[in-house]
């Protein structure tokens, strides 16, 4: 019997770690330059919880085709339910295409830290070259 209860009670503790809060939050890319191929470039996010906070913990990265190289801050200090943070992100665009950054989030509420994890979608284009225009072959093309 007494096992039974400590199984029981080890069971409901269980349930109890499993449970999690959602926290509203919503994160946007607030100012971006053109990405660009290889070439460095700033980001910066605009990161909102829709509850008070006692602090946020950030984690950014890039898919394959966007390298992440740096970003700040890490931790947000405690915030209102309508207070924004500005984080800056530095990036590298490895590959042109539809790129992804991926933000999660862990928030300290009430002795509890859920997290979030978004992802942000991101547009990289390629340096634009112009070529040399050919030289004309003197007297015209021959057919041999």
Request: with cysteine.
């Amino acid at each position: 019997m007494k096992a039974l209860r400590s199984l029981a009670f080890l069971a409901l503790a269980c349930v109890a770690c499993t449970i999690t809060t959602e926290v509203p939050v919503e994160v946007k890319v607030v100012e971006a330059p053109e990405l660009l191929v290889d070439l460095p470039a700033q980001l910066l996010l605009d990161v909102r919880a829709g509850i008070p906070t006692d602090g946020i913990e950030i984690v950014i990265e890039g898919d394959a085709g966007i390298r992440v190289t740096d970003y700040a801050p890490k931790v947000l200090p405690a915030t209102t339910a309508t207070a924004g943070h500005q984080v800056f992100v530095d990036v590298v665009p490895k590959t042109r295409g539809d790129r992804v950054l991926t933000v999660k989030l862990t928030f300290h509420v009430a002795g509890k830290m859920p997290t979030r994890t978004l992802t942000l979608p991101l547009a990289v284009s390629s340096p634009i070259s112009v070529l040399p225009e050919p030289e004309a072959i003197p007297g015209g093309v021959s057919g041999g």
